[in-house]
């Protein structure tokens, strides 16, 4: 006990007024030590009050600052939590034993556009296949994993139940956002069916005739060479795929590299057009060049194929007329146009051509020998140029290509 030898005092103070009374009977002196014995039991009395007093306010304001400083340590650690999670790139959210979100990051809120801070997971049955995810998770208390969709993204689910000595104290939900790889895997299975489909055909044509020039005996010498020229036509056109495919295949890599070296546009437009002369002229086209002369830096050999490629679209996609090719130099970039007064394109396919595999009219396309390749790889050689492709054109009319380079290094 901490006052011990105070109350022991008073004690041994009342024995001796007690003794004296029982020895010494005197009345006067008796009630002055009476009196003297109380007024220091009074002031030992206050004395203990005072410090039992003081030491109250002096544990509790230690229990405060204690409570204080755990309250800091917490938001401390909070504020870790939430600025590391923030540089994982992934969402994060803790539902706690009684179901009420206690932690969750900026990701998180950024992927699914909701304040989930502090509310009951119950309320956010809004987003239907998160709340779904949440709710198994929380109630078989068991590790999950399961990939959702929403508004149009994809997302990777994982949850971890938390135990404290085989109790359950809520579950912390990990979010990916995989629309990327998700849209690339699509993106590459739909490729994949594509190619397949467009080999397919000149294939089957090829087995076809094959199969009949062994087959029948008595087929005459012109039919003989009329079937050789269509395995031959078919050959050349999956040549023509496999090569823009290995084309695509290059580009697709991570390291896809240009060599860059200094050409005169006029060169090269000249260059290019003494190529596919003579495929205008058999067509009975006027092909004509309006070109400035310009130093500009490119890949010679990928700029060939995206010049070629667009003259030899203008030939096969006009039937009268003409093809121009026109630049010059804007600013700070040297514009170059490839026109023609062909079929047109309707504004609806604009970005369309530029797709792999997508042609207008499939037909007109096989006929002129082509994968279906051609823009969407000049569209990627341009842009690895810094420049830009683009398209306009009036159906019955005329198309106009106009490619955007960067003059400067
Ligand atoms: P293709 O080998 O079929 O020509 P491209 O990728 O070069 O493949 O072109 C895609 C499609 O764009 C063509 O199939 C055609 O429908 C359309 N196209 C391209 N150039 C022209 C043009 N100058 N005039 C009309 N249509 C064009």
Do not use: W
Not at 16 to 36: A, E
Not at 97 to 109: A, H
Not at 254 to 283: G, R, W
Not at 348 to 353: A, E, F, L, P, S
């Amino acid at each position: 006990m901490k006052f011990n030898k105070e109350y022991l005092s008073i004690a041994v103070l009342y024995l001796f007024v007690f003794l004296y009374i029982i020895l010494d009977n005197k009345p006067g002196l008796t009630i002055l030590f009476v009196l003297m014995a109380a007024s220091y039991h009074f002031y030992i009395t206050i004395k203990v009050h005072n410090v039992l007093e003081s030491d109250k306010e002096t544990s509790v304001s230690v229990l405060e600052t204690k409570l204080e400083k755990t309250r800091r340590e917490r938001e401390e650690a909070y504020k870790r939590f939430i600025s590391l999670s923030t540089t994982l790139g992934s969402g994060v959210l803790l539902v706690d034993e009684e179901g009420i979100i206690k932690l969750v990051n900026k990701d998180m809120i950024d992927f699914f556009d909701c304040d989930f801070n502090d509310i009951d997971y119950q309320k956010v049955n809004d987003i239907e296949p998160l709340y779904k995810f949440i709710n198994e998770a929380y109630l078989i208390e068991n590790r999950l994993r399961r990939q959702i969709k929403y508004k149009k993204k994809y997302y990777d689910l994982i949850s971890n139940p938390l135990f404290d000595k085989d109790m359950f104290m809520g579950t912390l939900i990990l979010v990916h956002d995989i629309t990327q790889l998700t849209n690339a895997e699509k993106f590459q299975k739909r490729f994949t069916a594509d190619v397949s489909h467009e080999l397919r055909t000149p294939l089957s044509a090829i087995k076809g005739f094959s199969e009949i020039l062994s087959r029948d005996k008595n087929i005459n010498l012109e039919e003989h060479d009329e079937f050789v020229d269509l395995i031959n036509k078919e050959a050349n056109r999956m040549e023509i795929i496999l090569n823009d495919l290995l084309i695509i295949s290059k580009m697709d890599r991570l390291d896809y590299e240009l060599t860059l070296t200094e050409k005169d546009v006029l060169d090269l437009i000249k260059e290019n057009v003494s190529v596919i002369k003579k495929q205008a002229k058999d067509k009975g086209l006027d092909i004509s060049i309006d070109v400035e002369s310009k130093i500009l830096y490119l890949d010679v050999t990928k700029m060939t194929q995206v010049i070629l490629n667009l003259l030899k679209n203008a030939i096969n996609y006009t039937d009268k007329g003409f093809v121009k090719v026109t630049g010059y130099q804007k600013d700070e970039d040297y514009i170059l146009k490839i026109e023609d007064s062909g079929i047109g394109i309707k504004e609806q396919d604009y970005q369309k051509i530029f797709k792999r595999f997508y042609r207008v009219d499939k037909a007109r396309s096989r006929d002129t020998g082509g994968s279906g390749l051609g823009l969407s790889i000049s569209k990627n050689v341009v842009k690895k140029h810094g420049g830009k492709i683009s398209v306009s054109s009036v159906v019955d009319k005329g198309t106009t290509f106009t490619i955007k380079l960067p003059v400067t290094k």
